[in-house]
C-alpha cells in the first residue's frame, strides 16, 4: 500500500522550524541591543555602520574569500551596490526608530513588509497579486494605522523611521529576488555588508564615540554577530524548507521583543499596538495561505491559461 505524498506545505522539518525560531530570537537581540546602545548616546549611523563592519569581518575570517575568488565575483556591481544601501537603509532606519518607540511597536509595523513585497512584486517581477490578496493589504495597512494612529497626537518621527525601514528592507528583498539567479550567494551575503562600511565609513569620524564602559563594548561589538548569524541561521533554514513554508514562523519574533522590552527597559505594549499587531499579522498569514493555495493550483494547472486564470481568483 503506497502512502501519500505529502506536500511540500506540510512536510515542514522541525529543523528549519527551529532554525526560523532561533533567527527570530537572534535579530531581537539584535533590536534590544541597538535601542540599549542608543539609550546611552551612540549615534544611529555608527550603531549601524559598527553592525555591518564587523559582520564584514565574521564574513572574511569564515568564507576566506580569497580562496573562492568565482563565488564573489559580481554580474551586476551597481545593483549590489543599491541592494546593499537598502539594506542598511532598512537597519539605519531601524536603529534611528527603536530611539523612541517600544521594541514590539516597531517590529509590528516592520511585519508589514511581506505585504509591501507582495504588492511591488507586480510590477518589479512581474508576479501580480489578485484581489483577495490586495484586500488583504489594505487591512495590514490598516493595522500600521491603529498603532501609528496618525491625526491624534500619537504618530511620531520615530513612526516614520520605522515605516523607512519596511520600506527599505521590502526594496532590499525585490532586489535580491531580482538578483538571485545571476549572483551567487556567497556574494549576495557578503557585498550587502561591504558596500555600507564602504559608502558610509567617511561619516564615521562626524558620529563615531567609542564606548568607555566594557559592556557597552561587548553590546556594540555583539551587533555584527547577531547579524551575521541570524542571516546564517535562515540561509540554513530555507535550504530545508520552502519559503512558503516557513513563512507563518519569523512572526513569533513579537513575543521575544515583547519579553525582552520588559526586561530590558521595562516597557509593555498599549492595547493599540497588540490590536495592530494582530491584525498585521492575521493579513500577513493570510497572504501566506493564498500563495500556498495558488502554488497548488499552478502545479495542478493544465496549462498556462489555467493558472494565470487562478491567480487572479
Do not use: C
Request: hydrophobic share 55%; charged share 10%; net charge positive.
Amino acid at each position: 500500500m503506497n502512502e501519500p505524498r505529502q506536500s511540500e506545505d506540510t512536510a515542514t522539518p522541525v529543523a528549519a522550524i527551529l532554525l526560523v525560531f532561533g533567527a527570530g530570537v537572534i535579530f531581537s537581540f539584535l533590536d534590544t541591543s541597538a535601542k540599549y546602545l542608543g539609550a546611552a548616546g551612540f549615534a544611529p549611523p555608527f550603531i549601524a555602520w559598527t553592525r555591518f563592519a564587523v559582520h564584514v569581518a565574521l564574513a572574511v575570517f569564515i568564507l576566506q574569500p580569497w580562496k573562492h575568488r568565482a563565488a564573489f565575483r559580481v554580474a551586476s556591481l551597481p545593483k549590489q551596490v543599491l541592494r546593499g544601501m537598502f539594506l542598511f537603509g532598512a537597519t539605519f532606519f531601524n536603529f534611528l526608530g527603536l530611539k523612541t518607540l517600544q521594541l514590539a511597536e516597531a517590529v509590528s509595523i516592520f511585519f508589514f513588509a511581506p505585504m509591501v513585497i507582495t504588492a511591488l512584486a507586480g510590477p518589479f517581477l512581474g508576479e501580480w497579486a489578485g484581489w483577495r490578496r490586495w484586500a488583504a493589504i489594505i487591512v495590514g495597512l490598516a493595522g500600521v494605522l491603529v498603532i501609528t494612529r496618525p491625526g491624534f497626537g500619537v504618530f511620531e518621527i520615530g513612526h516614520l523611521y520605522v515605516i523607512g525601514a519596511m520600506l527599505s528592507y521590502s526594496s532590499y528583498v525585490i532586489m535580491t529576488r531580482q538578483m538571485s539567479a545571476t549572483e551567487t550567494p556567497e556574494s549576495l551575503i557578503f557585498y550587502s555588508a561591504l558596500t555600507p562600511v564602504i559608502l558610509m565609513a567617511p561619516a564615521v569620524p562626524l558620529y563615531g564615540s567609542l564606548p568607555q564602559q566594557p559592556v557597552e563594548w561587548i553590546v556594540l561589538l555583539s551587533l555584527g554577530f547577531y547579524g551575521g548569524f541570524g542571516h546564517w541561521l535562515l540561509i540554513k533554514a530555507y535550504r530545508q524548507a520552502t519559503t512558503g513554508a516557513l513563512a507563518p514562523y519569523p512572526y513569533l519574533q513579537m513575543v521575544w521583543m515583547i519579553v525582552l522590552g520588559y526586561l530590558v527597559f521595562g516597557d509593555l505594549p498599549d492595547r493599540y499596538t497588540v490590536a495592530g499587531a494582530a491584525i498585521i499579522v492575521a493579513s500577513g498569514l493570510y497572504i501566506v495561505h493564498r500563495e500556498r493555495r495558488l502554488r497548488l493550483k499552478a502545479t495542478a494547472a493544465p496549462n498556462a491559461e489555467t493558472e494565470n486564470l487562478s491567480k487572479k481568483l
